[in-house]
DNA sequence: ATGACGGTGTGGCACCGA
């Protein structure tokens, strides 16, 4: 099976790329970020038609998850439970499969902009909370899959100017941190799994032929549980529909999974 | 040092993203 992630940057307006790439790539399963819609604005019926389930928590203007899955999902949770959290950025599901229930976990991570500032604060706070769900998500659902926008590049290698961009906001070591605690947990970077091309990005900014250039940075991820990275097959950046007329800035990153 | 690009909202622009 395969199970993808693409931070879409509107999906109202993305909305016809969406179900292009779909049809081009008939994934088992796909997480959204960064809708800026409210639930009542998702077209559930798109994708309905093009075979799919699908499950949201949007909200207005900003932030705003959701899984697409060809099959239906269930035990629905939105946001990390027991965290107060006024934005939508987070959505879980299980799903069954032959190989037993899988758990998705579905993230549009803080940006956090600058240390020092609020916004990191309330993305140290964020990342907290998920950190400690997390560890009982995966004693209750030993098949895991975090997937989404996680805003952290794990390496100097992920990012286009790792020394001019020392310390600065993606790549702060306490961003960092909490990715490997996140690793620490049990989960692998399945990109990491195999052999990549260098420079290889999931993002590129909009502005100064960021994409052209290939300035970018990899932040969109997908981490698998133990139990799914012993049958992981194929971890994979589509940069295709970055070249598309109205782009997102990020690119589907999609893992295959035997089974 | 700044702004560049793109999306949203209700605007004559500001805010946010990464």
């Known amino acids: 099976m395969k199970i993808a992630t693409w931070n879409v940057n509107s999906l109202a307006v993305r909305l016809p790329q969406v179900l292009a790439w779909l049809q081009a790539h008939p994934v088992d399963v796909l997480a959204l970020q960064e809708l800026k819609l409210t639930d009542d604005k998702f077209p559930h019926d798109a994708f309905e038609l093009a075979g799919y389930h699908s499950v949201c928590f949007g909200q207005k ?18 946001n990390i439970p027991g965290f107060d959290d006024a ?7 299980t799903l069954d499969t032959p190989s037993g229930p899988l758990r998705l976990v579905n993230g549009y991570f803080v940006n956090g902009q600058a240390p020092g500032t609020d916004k990191f ?16 998500e995966l004693g209750a659902h030993p098949r895991l899959a975090l997937m989404g926008d996680f805003n952290i590049v794990p390496e100097d290698r992920d990012s286009y100017d790792p020394v001019g961009l020392q310390g600065t906001i993606l790549h702060t070591n306490e961003e960092r941190a909490h990715f490997r605690a ?3 947990l049990g989960l692998a ?15 590129w900014d909009y502005r100064m032929l960021g994409f ?5 940075l990899r932040i969109d991820h997908i981490l698998l549980s133990e139990p799914l990275t012993a049958v992981a097959r194929a971890c994979t950046v589509d940069r295709a529909p970055r070249k598309n007329r109205q782009p997102s800035d990020h690119a589907p990153v999609v893992a295959t999974l035997d089974a």
């Open 61 to 78: 203007t900003y932030n705003g998850v959701a899984l697409i899955t060809r099959t239906a999902a269930r035990d629905v949770v939105r």
């Open 87 to 93: 934005q939508a950025r987070v959505i879980a599901a």
């Open 212 to 216: 052209q250039k290939n300035r970018g």
């Open 121 to 136: 604060d309330y993305k140290m706070r964020w990342l907290d909370a998920l950190q400690g769900w997390l560890q009982r």
């Open 189 to 203: 970077d399945s990109f990491r799994l195999f052999e990549q091309p260098e420079q290889s990005f999931s993002w």
């Open 182 to 184: 996140l690793l620490a």
